[in-house]
């Protein structure tokens, strides 16, 4: 026998995330220092207030009477941008909107907190875990139905007889400052969820069930691959076991989650052998190309999905230019930045990736050479292949077949480059062996699926992950029922009776 729950009336929700605030008073004078960091970023630091103050506008305009902001409030977790955001939002909460946060990996403990002065930086305050509770007291934790005692999760019933599941996955507790005695200042961008925390996950969703409460879920970290082998290419965006949160997540009865991190627009399913199945609606940044924020309508036990953008904002822009123009603009410029970055950071760990056997006659190219030989051959295609998924619906965009095969294609000219340029006489055997290795086959396949915008289809640890392409900007979803053989045994007082 199913039993089903109860499911609430009627409800309208604005999503935005990675909003990435930075406080104007941190801006005391431009020069070396504020361009150094630009150089290596994709966001829109200086134009983050003016787009925040936009989207507030029109999230009043769309009448919603919830907001999801699933992480990443601030630039590097400064309490001057926390204050900010605190006070940009009010507007929401004046007119009664609910609006509720979870912290992100930039956002508490963060050594990276700074003003720019010139041609330095200064250390600015940061924030604590519990500064962060009591910063955003109106804006979830105030209210909140339940507190996780492990970390900032909490529960919260905007809407009556619908709960969101709004989890911590952040690891600001391992954060790093040289003015403590460590050896570096470095922010960790990867996420976990702690034992304890997912113990109480696991009984907050059988006292939803038990209360025939709808639910859904928020984290800053992806649980859900949106990309074929994302767990191997970008590790820090995951959560860590991802497949096995996955598993209980399932097991726990979640079927909708929304994400942030990163930058981008997708909507990725992942289902089990029980036919449990988990949507993670992922949501690019507020302050990334193409600076999107999403409506959810609740009706029953629908949720309709539809993606806007912010098209314009109160900010001086050069010759007056269009706001999405300029925005696209600068993540261009940012992503060429940031390749250029990688190649200079990570140059010593290119001989890993070769056979062990060719180790001794290569010679990896300089910095300098390496780079030019990178954005020769590939970096016009991966900065169309990062502008169309943090879009979304890559499979649509004009020519995608074309362009996915030109930057396969730019992949083979690098490969072939490298080894003429490291190899010598040896170059042509070398690049066959490097072109068999099992990393550049599974990269082939990211880059296959990413402008496919489907997965490639198959079975993994008890998990099935879908092979169709999805509408990642409008999509409706129905929840699952609540199956009886789900809610099994229940201890209001004693979370720790069950185990992560």
Not at 439 to 456: C, F, L, P, R, S
């Amino acid at each position: 026998m199913t039993k089903y729950t109860t499911f609430a009336q009627k409800a309208r929700i604005g999503i935005l995330t990675d909003l990435h605030y930075t406080h104007p008073s941190l801006i005391v004078e431009k020069g070396k220092a504020l361009e150094d960091y630009l150089n290596r970023d994709r966001k829109l630091l200086l134009e983050s207030d003016a787009i925040l103050r936009q989207t507030v506008k029109q999230l009043l305009q769309e009448n919603v009477d919830i907001v999801f902001i699933p992480g990443d409030l601030t630039k590097d977790g400064e309490k001057v941008s926390h204050h900010g955001v605190a006070q940009l939002l009010h507007p929401l909460r004046r007119q009664g909107i609910k609006v509720l946060v979870i912290p992100g990996n930039h956002d508490i403990n963060n050594p990276d907190a700074v003003s720019f002065h010139g041609d330095v930086t200064h250390r600015e305050a940061t924030v604590s875990a519990d500064d962060f509770e009591m910063i955003y007291a109106d804006y979830g934790y105030g209210d909140a139905v339940s507190r996780d005692a492990h970390s900032l999760s909490y529960v919260s019933e905007p809407v009556e007889g619908f709960r969101v599941l709004c989890i911590d996955s952040n690891k600001y507790d391992e954060n790093r400052f040289i003015s403590n005695g460590d050896k570096t200042d470095f922010c960790v961008t990867h996420g976990a969820i702690r034992s304890g925390t997912m113990a109480w996950i696991r009984n907050e969703m059988r006292v939803a069930k038990i209360l025939d409460k709808q639910i859904v879920a928020m984290m800053h970290h992806n649980v859900v691959e949106h990309f074929t082998h994302q767990g191997l290419f970008a590790v820090p965006y995951m959560v860590d076991n991802f497949t096995e949160v996955q598993k209980r997540f399932l097991e726990y009865g979640i079927n909708v989650l929304f994400t942030g991190h990163f930058h981008s627009s997708d909507i990725a399913r992942v289902e089990d052998s029980f036919g449990n199945y988990l949507y993670e609606i992922e949501t690019a940044s507020l302050v990334t190309y193409p600076c999107p924020y999403r409506i959810v309508e609740v009706a029953g036990r629908k949720l309709d999905i539809e993606t806007k953008y912010i098209e314009e904002i109160d900010y001086p822009l050069s010759h007056g230019k269009n706001f999405q123009i300029h925005a696209r603009q600068t993540i261009e410029h940012g992503i060429n930045a940031m390749l250029t970055g990688f190649v200079s950071e990570y140059r010593h760990r290119f001989v890993d990736y070769l056979p062990v056997w060719t180790r001794s006659f290569i010679t990896i190219p300089d910095a300098r050479t390496l780079t030019n030989l990178l954005m020769s051959n590939l970096s016009a295609q991966i900065v169309d292949l990062m502008l169309a998924h943090y879009s979304g619906n890559e499979e649509l965009s004009e020519d995608a077949a074309g362009r996915k095969e030109s930057l396969l294609a730019g992949l083979d000219n690098f490969i072939r480059a490298l080894t003429r340029a490291s190899a010598g006489k040896f170059a042509y055997i070398v690049e066959g062996f490097i072109q068999r290795m099992a990393v550049i086959k599974k990269a082939k396949e990211a880059v296959t699926g990413i402008w496919d915008n489907k997965a490639v289809h198959r079975h993994e640890k008890g998990l099935t992950y879908s092979l169709e392409a999805v509408n990642d900007l409008r999509m409706t979803i129905e929840l699952n029922p609540v199956k009886e053989t789900q809610i099994t045994e229940y201890t209001h007082f004693s979370f720790s009776l069950f185990g992560g």
